[in-house]
Every structure is written in structure tokens, then in C-alpha cells.
């Protein structure tokens, strides 16, 4: 992870749905929990892909199921996206961009 102290990461829960903040670089206790529950996120999500492939090939599967199914893609994606969203703001700046007031390239705004 970065080392930049001047860099807030984006963690990967939230407070009441408003998004949490660590500054300062990625070697502490919280940057290491965070660590540990993306992987936790990241995996879950590829276990429900399966169960998604199998619920979405039954043709038996009941509207019930599905929605349940829904609700549990919908928090898998949101995770993942949250993820994402925190690695990207992360990567370094290539020669060339110039930094927004975020920090990030007026590129990737």
C-alpha cells in the first residue's frame, strides 16, 4: 500500500453510509485490518458469482430467490466498488498529469 502520509484512503466500510477516511500511510493496525477485510469483501464476492451462475441456470429458482439473490450482488458490487474507488485514488501519478485539487489527475476526475 502507499507510504504517502498526505494520502487519504478510502476504507472499506462506512459509517451510518457516509464513507470512512484513514490518513497517513499503509503500514498501521487499521491500513492492516482494511487489508484483511478487502480480501474478506473481494473473496465473498466471488463466491456469490458462483452461486449466482447456479441460481441464474435453475429454472426452478423462485422470484424469492432471486431478489435475495439481488440484495446480495447489490452489497457485493457496492463492496467492490468501494475497493476500487480506494486502490485507484491510491495509484500513483503518471509523468504528465497534472494533480487536481484531489490530489488525482485531472485525467481521472
Wanted: charged fraction near 30%; charge should be negative; include cysteine.
Amino acid at each position: 500500500m502507499s507510504d504517502e502520509t498526505g494520502v487519504a484512503r478510502l476504507l472499506p466500510w462506512s459509517n451510518d453510509g457516509k464513507p470512512c477516511y484513514l490518513l497517513g500511510g499503509g503500514s498501521g493496525y487499521v491500513s492492516r485490518l482494511a487489508d484483511d477485510m478487502e480480501r474478506v469483501q473481494l473473496g465473498m464476492a466471488g463466491e456469490l458469482l458462483g452461486h449466482a451462475a447456479d441460481l441464474l441456470g435453475d429454472p426452478r429458482a423462485t422470484p424469492p430467490q432471486l431478489r435475495f439473490l439481488a440484495a446480495r450482488l447489490f452489497e457485493a458490487l457496492r463492496d467492490v466498488h468501494r475497493i476500487a474507488e480506494s486502490r485507484g485514488a491510491r495509484l500513483p501519478l503518471r509523468e504528465g498529469d497534472a494533480a487536481g485539487p484531489n490530489g488525482r489527475s485531472e485525467k481521472d476526475s
